[in-house]
């Protein structure tokens, strides 16, 4: 089969089109032929850093978390799954699983579901990373009807889908931006939009909580920012976060008895620990899809297999407005 594999890591010009042999579907496993694939920010980390990152793949490798495709071949032990299905997953691209920058995968069957009907391959494809890892930062805060969440970074590829959900839930959502394109989708999406360069912490607490702070943050900027996501929480408020790998004085989060929910959505990958639990969120993410709550925005640039270097240095220029898709 084509695959685009890197031999070494670096920038995106290490990407090379090669044949390599059609996997073998395992037990457990289905072997599902890619029509799709969108590209992380994690996938273009391990590109670039390399064994700096305990998770990448050993070169040569094939890339590429995110997937929608079709059934070919269902492995021993496997039910749910059909030849022909329609499927959608984050099941592949690093340690020793091969990812979706190729004609074929043979993935964990508990790591994928059926595809939201009402999608396309390519909408499917930019969703279950992100998805996941909204769905489950929102659902570990407790979030119910009636709260007030705020999401950070709210026309970004988690955060767009994390507002989208919070909605779903039943919440009042606001989310920051940093400019006129990022708050008018934020805007389109159903939410508030807030501009984090113009407008302090203080302020928009003040302006949208009459000063009690939000229900719910959930951080997707994460860093540095955690701190104004604790200043924006309400008293006992609950905070989700995708990046925590920072040094942070958690005295505020004391003083307000905030509660910090780390997600790192990548440990039943990594770890064999919990898949059926991403089975399970993609189930319910179809879910919400069919039912209109739930579509993912794609960037205007569309590229194929073959340049997936340039998917990458589309991704990693920062003009992408939505999540950047591969064609396979």
Not at 54 to 69: E, H, K, R, T
Not at 92 to 102: F, I
Not at 122 to 132: F, H, Q, Y
């Amino acid at each position: 089969m084509k695959a685009m594999i890197i031999r070494e890591f670096g920038g995106p010009e290490v990407f090379e089109l090669s044949d390599i042999p059609t996997p073998e579907v395992k037990p457990g496993q289905v072997l599902v032929r890619i029509a799709a694939t969108s590209v992380n920010t994690v996938d273009t980390m391990i590109r670039q850093m390399g064994k700096e990152l305990p998770i990448s793949p050993n070169p040569p490798a094939v890339l590429g978390m995110d997937f929608a495709g079709t059934v070919e071949a269902v492995g021993e032990g496997v039910s749910g799954f059909s030849v022909g299905d329609e499927v959608y997953g984050c099941a592949g691209g690093l340690g020793e699983l091969q990812g979706a920058l190729a004609e074929y995968m043979a993935a964990d069957a508990r790591l994928i579901a059926l595809k939201p009907k009402n999608l396309s391959m390519r909408e499917a494809a930019a969703l279950p990373l992100v998805a996941i890892t909204a769905y489950e930062g929102l659902t570990r805060t407790g979030i119910s009807k009636g709260h007030r969440v705020l999401v950070h970074g709210g026309s970004g590829g988690v955060g767009h889908v994390a507002l989208q959900l919070a909605r779903h839930f039943g919440a009042d959502v606001y989310a920051t931006g940093g400019g006129d394109k990022q708050l008018a989708l934020i805007e389109e999406l159903g939410a508030k939009g807030i501009n984090y360069k113009t407008e302090s912490v203080a302020d928009y607490v003040t302006e949208y909580t009459g000063g009690a702070g939000f229900d719910v943050v959930f951080d997707s900027v994460g860093g540095a920012n955690i701190a104004n996501s604790f200043e924006a929480a309400t008293l006992n408020g609950q905070i989700a976060t995708t990046v925590a790998l920072v040094e942070l004085d958690l005295s505020v989060a004391h003083f307000k008895g905030l509660s910090l929910h780390v997600v790192f959505m990548l440990i039943p990958m990594i770890h064999d620990h919990g898949r059926k639990a991403h089975g399970h969120i993609l189930r319910e993410i179809a879910k919400i899809a069919e039912a209109g709550n739930l579509r993912p925005v794609l960037d205007e640039q569309s590229f194929t297999l073959t340049e997936a270097g340039l998917a990458h240095a589309r991704l990693g220029s920062g003009q992408a407005m939505g999540k950047v898709v591969i064609d396979i």
